[in-house]
């Protein structure tokens, strides 16, 4: 609890500092934040979000809510802002939005999800308050004298984001910051309306609301079972009593009249979420949780696959092999524990096995990005060159947010004898994972090997980017 309340601590401070330092908002006026101004502020809220809290870049996950996302979005009316969605790693029971249409779920919760229809649910009444200018206008209404309430602001939002009690936004913001974070916080009406607009977009979208449902009820259980986990879901989103009667008549009512979707397939939902457990997750609780379901169902593929993976992060290597060779008896041709056996391969530095299982993955069907990723790193360790820079190139193609293979492309340039090239990658790697100075000094060492007119100009301006982070580290859109 101390180096958590530590973290806080850490993302106040750069709440304020960024509050004060960077512009403050146009002359106060009795409407509701303009659309310019709530962008103003998610750069200040991102900047300490970025820094502070460690946000989930695993390419799988994230295109995988964002595509959620993007769904619902599809059936509301256009909107003024472009609409992004990241998964925090953090194990509070949360979810929210900032302004301008930033979306972020914590990994607890995502990871105590059962369905894609949850995981929907939340995200479409975090959607339904940012269509409804909800934080923009709760906002307008806390802003009182200036750069301190505009710093309260900041700290309430980013408080309320970490899942911070409210003991620990006493002590760490004092009562009046604390006081205008408590004005942020939404009001029944809010729900009531949120909830309303949800529900019809989420049934719109093919998804069953039941989801919804289903997740406020976990949420709410936490307070039973884990009272120091307080979640801040409930503190921030009231009236959930009021909430949970009224969605429960709504779907009533809507499945009586036979208007309710059906399921969604779970096959890509039930993926995800394991990768996201099995990664990001608490590795004693998952290796006890996967154990569990093991002993229960010892000849099950799936739970020696799941077990298999957990073990496989603990470097339990040659026990992860044993229990994916089992998962693979029973289901021969699954791609996905194919391409994880050959992992453990390579990561036991059994390189012609991994070479030789991903070789027949990758002629079988369409590589997916891991696929792409070890092969392209078993290539490498085996001294086959081209084939690595191949794989890697074709990788960032599907996937140009698999940040990892910019890193490694490099090195196989650089190896090849291409200084500029592997300069130019190695920058964006740098420069993806907000790391400027190494950016900065990719990016002029790529200029100092490289001659042809545009690619210089492609450089010259990431190399801007990089310069202008280091001197004002606000996130860079795009």
């Avoid at 693979?328 to 390189?351: E, H, N, S, T």
Wanted: proline residues 5%.
């Amino acid at each position: 609890m101390q180096a958590r309340h530590a973290t806080y601590v850490r993302i106040l401070a750069a709440a304020l500092a960024v509050t004060l330092l960077l512009p403050l908002f146009s002359p106060l006026t009795a409407d509701a934040i303009t659309v310019k101004e709530e962008e103003d502020l998610s750069e200040k809220v991102l900047q300490s979000i970025f820094k502070y809290l460690e946000v989930i870049e695993d390419p799988y996950i994230s295109r995988y809510v964002n595509a959620i996302g993007q769904r619902i979005l599809a059936k509301m009316p256009d909107q003024p802002f472009r609409y992004q969605f990241y998964v925090i790693k953090e194990p509070t029971f949360n979810a929210f939005a900032i302004p301008a249409g930033h979306i972020f779920i914590n990994s607890g919760l995502f990871a105590a999800m059962d369905s894609e229809e949850e995981l929907a649910g939340i995200l479409g009444h975090e959607i339904s308050h940012v269509y409804c200018r909800h934080i923009s206008e709760r906002i307008e209404r806390s802003k009182k004298t200036g750069m301190a309430s505009l710093a309260g602001i900041a700290a309430g939002i980013l408080l309320g984001a970490a899942g911070a009690g409210e003991a620990a936004s006493a002590v760490t913001m004092g009562s009046a910051a604390a006081g205008i974070s408590a004005e942020l916080a939404y009001s029944r009406d809010n729900e009531m309306q949120a909830d309303q607009i949800g529900l019809k977009v989420l049934t719109g979208a093919g998804y069953n609301p039941s989801g919804l449902l289903e997740v406020l009820r976990k949420i709410r259980s936490k307070t039973v079972f884990d009272s120091e986990q307080f979640p801040t879901y409930l503190r921030t989103h009231p009236a959930v009593e009021d909430r949970l009667a009224y969605i429960d008549s709504w779907i009533a009512t809507e499945q009586a009249a036979d208007r309710l979707p059906p399921p969604v397939d779970p096959a890509e939902f039930n993926r995800i979420v394991t990768r996201l457990r099995v990664a990001y997750g608490d590795e004693n609780q998952v290796l006890d949780n996967y154990g569990a379901l093991l002993r229960k169902n010892p000849d099950d593929p799936m739970a020696n696959y799941h077990y298999g993976l957990i073990l496989t992060r603990l470097d339990r290597r040659e026990e992860a092999i044993k229990y994916l060779k089992k998962a693979l008896a029973r289901r021969a041709f699954d791609p996905y524990i194919l391409r994880d056996l050959a992992k453990v391969y390579f990561l036991d530095g059994q390189l012609v096995q991994a070479q030789k299982l991903l070789q027949g993955i990758e002629t079988g069907r369409a590589a997916d990005p891991d696929t792409l990723f070890y092969s392209g790193r078993t290539y490498l360790e085996l001294g086959r060159l081209p084939e690595a820079t191949g794989r890697f190139k074709t990788l960032i193609e599907k996937e140009p947010t698999y940040r990892q293979a910019y890193f490694f492309l490099g090195k196989c340039l650089s190896e090849q004898g291409n200084p500029g090239e592997a300069a130019r990658y190695l920058g964006i790697f740098y420069l993806r994972g907000r790391d400027y100075r190494n950016a900065v000094m990719q990016f002029q060492r790529a200029l100092a090997h490289t001659q042809d007119a545009d690619r210089r100009r492609e450089i010259e301006e990431m190399l801007k980017i990089a310069q202008r982070n280091l001197k004002d580290p606000r996130p860079e859109k795009g």
